[in-house]
């Protein structure tokens, strides 16, 4: 307990809010309520604090600084909640202006630390444990990734709106998204407006162009028919025409789930970008700097165990149920029927 203690003492100093009126309250705070309202866990939020502490020190080395402590509590509460800034003001003690600043420089710090945490896997060790993986689900070789697109609700752009509004009609941003079969986000891409379709997103990318370049060795993709089917991207037949291409559908359904299941568990615990929430106030670019910090700290979340909350409502349904098909791309489809057909022959042919 003194070394928890210590730790907490260096990783910001004394709280300076409303919930916990000195040091040792977030020692004695229940887990069950740190994990209702800030995602995580008390030893999770003292890594956390000590982690930032230095980078916040120096982002608030010209004026008196906020304890860290009170900084990353903050800025969990707006990622668990998405509640207005005044309101989490409140909660902590301290002004909408310092939420504001706090925000915008642990959003910095988070996105920063993505670009680098964040990444597919390249060493065949990873790849191959990718592989094993997603085939302990439903026996479908090769794939180190699922991929889909998943819309967050933002207020109307003051630029460009109509390229903003997606098919259901409201404003949003069009989040790539490729997971492992553990949930964990592996790649993403954040810069396409709402109206943009996921082919298209795909198909701009750079991770397209690392596969392409063979960075990946025998490794594939698996997304839904929105996609193109290439060489590298597993889509289902569209009208499977023998049993082993059904089976093939089948399989395929039961490992590209996973996705969906990474958006639901992602938008769960992060309800900033739940759109029950109501939409992000901020503009496009930071509405994705803020989804980049919650893929962060859900990976976090799924490497260290901490359970999922539990919430009443349905879960959204903004991702792409009957897609568009996605076509083929340069000739792709041709390379990726003959992959295709080789995977039903070898692992789906009874």
């Not at 003194?2 to 709280?15: D, N």
């Not at 109307?156 to 989040?175: A, C, G, I, T």
């Not at 193109?228 to 025409?241: G, S």
């Amino acid at each position: 307990m003194a070394a928890l203690i210590a730790a907490f003492y260096f990783g910001g100093g004394l709280y300076r809010e409303r919930v916990f009126q000195d040091p040792l309250d977030l020692l004695h705070v229940s887990d069950e309520h740190l994990l209702r309202y800030y995602r995580f866990p008390r030893l999770e939020i003292i890594a956390l604090i000590n982690e930032l502490d230095p980078h916040l020190q120096r982002a608030t080395a010209r004026s008196r600084p906020i304890p860290t402590s009170t900084q990353v509590l903050v800025a969990l509460r707006f990622f668990a909640s998405g509640s207005f800034q005044s309101t989490i003001g409140d909660a902590h003690g301290i002004t909408q202006s310092s939420v504001s600043k706090i925000l915008d420089d642990i959003i910095y710090i988070l996105v920063r630390k993505a670009k680098r945490a964040i990444n597919m896997p390249t060493e065949n060790r990873h790849i191959t444990r990718n592989m094993q993986e997603f085939a302990a689900v439903a026996n479908f070789p090769r794939i180190i990734g699922a991929i889909d697109g998943t819309h967050i609700a933002i207020k109307r752009p003051e630029k460009d709106e109509h390229v903003f509004v997606n098919r259901k009609q409201f404003h949003s941003l069009n989040l790539k998204v490729v997971c492992d079969a553990k949930w964990r986000i592996i790649s993403y891409n954040v810069r396409y407006p709402g109206a943009s379709h996921d082919a298209f997103v795909w198909n701009n990318s750079a991770l397209r162009r690392r596969f392409l370049n063979g960075d990946f060795g025998e490794g594939l993709l698996i997304g839904d028919s929105g996609y193109p089917l290439e060489p590298f991207m597993m889509v289902p037949f569209q009208n499977p025409a023998t049993n082993a291409q059904e089976q093939f559908n089948r399989s395929h359904k039961k490992t590209r789930v996973l996705v969906e299941q990474c958006f639901g568990i992602l938008k769960n615990r992060f309800r900033c970008l739940h759109k029950s929430g109501g939409e992000l106030q901020y503009n496009p670019i930071k509405c994705a700097r803020i989804a980049v910090c919650c893929f962060l700290l859900h990976n976090l979340c799924i490497r260290r165990n901490i359970p999922n909350p539990e919430f009443e409502e349905a879960q959204e349904d903004d991702n792409n149920d009957d897609p568009e098909d996605g076509g083929a791309v340069d000739g792709g489809a041709v390379n990726g029927n003959t992959v295709r057909d080789e995977i039903v022959r070898l692992f789906f042919f009874k």
